[in-house]
Every structure is written in C-alpha cells, then in structure tokens.
C-alpha cells in the first residue's frame, strides 16, 4: 500500500499547519526506522526550518532510506515544499518519481537561517 500524504493549515501559528499519512496525523517527534526528526513543526510555503523538517520526514517515510533523505531533504524542501499553499497533497510514488530525477543544487538558500537538527541512532 502506498501512501497520501496530506497538508493543511487550520490557523496562523506553526502548530496550525497539520500533516495527516493515509489519514493518520503526523508529528515531527514520530521516528522513522532509526531516525528522528527534530523540529519543532512542519511548515512548507518557504525554505526554512520547518519546511526542512517536513521534506525530512517526507522523503525518510516514502523511500524508507535515512541516508537519502538527509542527502537530498534540502533540495525536496527546494523544489517541492517551498512551493505548496495553505492545502496540498502528494503521493509515496510522486515522492519516488522526483527522488528518481533528482539532482542536488549546492547553492540552495534557505528564507531562514535556522537549521533543522536530525539525529540518526
């Protein structure tokens, strides 16, 4: 089975932007195999932190591979997250499908200077 991934925000603030996988909420605190994100919240709409912490959990849940996921979140967050408004939806297989064709920019700036802390056990 493959998944639908889901975005709204309900509100103005960073917890008001809600993620659902299959219709189950997600968090940023919900480990991944070994792996955890460490954000606060998702976010998209920007390049920031939070879009950043959303691209990592994103890519970690639909290739099921840590190391690629660390490797190309930044450009995900770039060419994907960034780009999403208040509600937006993506499948595993559209996931797959840009990790497929995906090349790594270098130059990637985020909006923000903040970083998104990832620890893999």
């Known amino acids: 089975m493959?998944?639908?991934y889901c975005g709204k925000k309900v509100g103005w603030q960073p917890s008001s932007e809600k993620v659902w996988a299959n219709g189950k909420p997600m968090t940023p605190e919900m480990p991944?195999?070994?792996?955890?994100?460490?954000?606060?919240?998702?976010?998209?709409g920007y390049l920031g932190a939070r879009s950043l912490s959303l691209a990592l959990f994103l890519l970690c849940h639909a290739l099921k591979s840590t190391v690629a996921a660390a490797r190309y979140h930044?450009?995900?967050a770039a060419?994907?997250?960034?780009?999403w408004g208040n509600e937006w939806v993506i499948t595993g297989q559209?996931?797959?499908?840009?990790?497929?064709?995906?090349?790594?920019?270098?130059n990637i700036e985020e909006d923000d200077d903040a970083k998104t802390?990832?620890?893999s056990d």
Do not use: C, S
Not at 94 to 106: G, M, Q, S, V
């Open 32 to 44: 991944i195999g070994k792996m955890v994100v460490n954000g606060a919240a998702f976010g998209w």
């Open 74 to 76: 930044r450009q995900f």
């Open 94 to 106: 559209e996931i797959r499908a840009w990790y497929a064709t995906a090349t790594l920019d270098k």
């Open 2 to 4: 493959d998944y639908v």
């Open 79 to 83: 060419d994907v997250v960034r780009g």
């Open 117 to 119: 802390p990832v620890h």
